[in-house]
């Protein structure tokens, strides 16, 4: 069944293609995002199996156009009328034609390769354990979003959900058992996805090396994506795409042309919160590079209805957090810094030390490679060397080279500016960026979508040049002309050097193979961090399908600081929404009551506290039951009394 899924993605992205006469790299990127916000809005409505049905529709769809294409193909006239893809006949041959492309079979090729390569893979980054591991597997369960108060992180239960829908696309690959390894597979494909588009305008002897190359890019940025699943880094690729789609405006409609803005908008902001950031700079460089002469009117009305698409997604989904209650941590501070309870930490100093320390003495990405290792400075130095000279060799256009330079002026100073701010106020509390490398770390991370994006831009600039008509009459007669005159190929030479140069070899190696080294130990380290009265409190839930998307109060026993151990039981017990306290001796009806409601829990499981008389518990029973530790219980608060009800599986 789940094959399903990619066979009519394909078909959406070949008939897009020859609809719209557009490069299938493109259209696979606009189908990428297309199924994507399809799937989100089957999210909010806990439907998102009904893709098999769109799928089916749609092979059933291109199955019906082949069909008439046969039956009227003597009689043009009603073949017209019938098939809509471009007024000929021939769909399945045209789309067959798109679809037999060296960089499309490379691409169906390294999706496979990445997801057979990654079948053991686990999750061991903390961010993972933390969030992103977790929301894709209660998708995966609930076929969709939780209702008030479900979601299995609360801490961060307004962050977008882009990776976790695709994520839930792989997962259905083994649709009977969880599969913890299938969301590598979906997020690297994500990424490759918006990758795409950069390769089309590779010759086509060269598209299927360029693939690979493509494929490569992500990793010269920051390193962490080879160890975890950062949404940062997609949410830099689909910028960049972004970036890329509002400059290539020439030979396109005008319905694809906005309409890729709106759909790369869209998954922009719903990949993460500060995607909007990116949103705005992404719509300040539309109206830099689209002046106001000729067509002014049209532009406008363009740019707004794809803006208006973009925000009525990202409106629905900040509504329903609001309506389900899912709202960050970070966002709450956020909004009580802006509302005046900000105060400058002492050690912002010595934080703007280490973000110069950060920026320039350490490399993007920690693993070791044999080739260049550049901190993130030299990166940017880069970029704007890459700018300078595209304007000066007239690949960026004259007419263009002035918005060009002072969009990446301004984005830059303004996006690390934000990024420095972040450090001193929404992490104010966190001391491990008091060290080169953490800051390192977290710099390459937040700031891809400058590095990454502007990187994407520059190289979709220069590659569209090297494929244009310009360059090839430009470069003349290649077998009497001077070979290293030749732009197309000093371009096509400078950005292999580039990815080869800088490609992150060993995250490569470690992400598809060499993780099984030390899959075992890792795999160990994970089980020790559920302590005993963690493993007592999974016992507890299992087989409770009932408790899915409901959440579950943990009070705990013992010392106070077991929040690192919550983190990776909650990410085992998920599902199942689960929140904790800590059991203490002084506890009494009044204070269980407070922690009870204030978790907003459905249900309560107990540990047994040292020293602790559980019958503090005892006016939460009824018909003089006795109150059990490591039991399950579910809560009726009637609004003045709450009573516990004995949970049973059967």
Known sequence: MWFLIPIAFF???????????????????????????????????????????????????FGGLCLADFMFKKTPGVSQKIIHINHNRHSFKRCLQVFARPEVFAFIFIIAVVTFLTRNQIFTWWDDINFWSSDAKQLYYLNGFPGKYGNVSPEFGDYPPVTSIFKWIFLEISSKKYRESLQFAGYYTLNFVFLMPIVKGVSTKLAAPATFLAFMLPGIINGIIFYGTPADITMGIVYGALLYAIWDKDGHQNIFYYGRIALYTAVLLLTKSVGIEWAVFALIFFFMTNPGKGRRASKVKGICLAALFAATFYGSWLLFCFINRRVAKATGLGIRMATGSYVVPANAAQKAWYFFLGLWTMPMHADHNVTFDMPIGVMIVLIFAALILMIKKEIIPHRERKRFALFFVLSGIISYGIIFIAHIS??????????????????????????????????????????????????????????????????????????????????????????????????????????????????ALYGHRVLWGHRVLNLRSGDPGHWVHDTYLSKEVSPVPAVYDTLTESDDAITLTDKIRKSHAEYVFSESAQLYDKNAFSGFMENGEEFEFWKLYKVEDTGDSLKLIPVYLY
């Open 11 to 61: 078909i959406t992205a070949a008939l897009l293609s020859v609809k719209f006469r557009e490069s299938i790299c493109d259209t696979i990127a606009v189908t990428g995002a297309i199924q994507i916000l399809f799937l989100y809005v089957l999210a909010l409505f806990r439907g998102m199996k009904f893709i098999y049905v769109s799928s089916i529709a749609t092979i059933l769809i």
């Open 426 to 539: 929404l992490f104010q509390a966190e001391d491990q960026y008091l060290d080169a490398f953490a800051m390192t770390n977290s710099l390459a991370r937040y700031g891809a979508p400058f590095t990454m994006g502007s990187m994407y831009l520059l190289m979709g600039v220069a590659l569209t040049y090297a494929g244009s008509k310009r360059a090839v009459e430009e470069a003349g007669n290649p077998d009497h002309d001077d070979y290293w005159k030749n732009k197309r190929n000093i371009i096509y030479i400078l950005i292999i050097l580039f990815v080869l140069l800088n490609a992150d070899y060993v995250g490569t190696y470690n992400s598809l193979y060499g993780y099984r080294k030390t899959l075992e130990e890792k795999a160990a380290y994970n089980a020790d961090m559920i302590d005993d009265g963690g493993q007592r409190f999974i016992e």
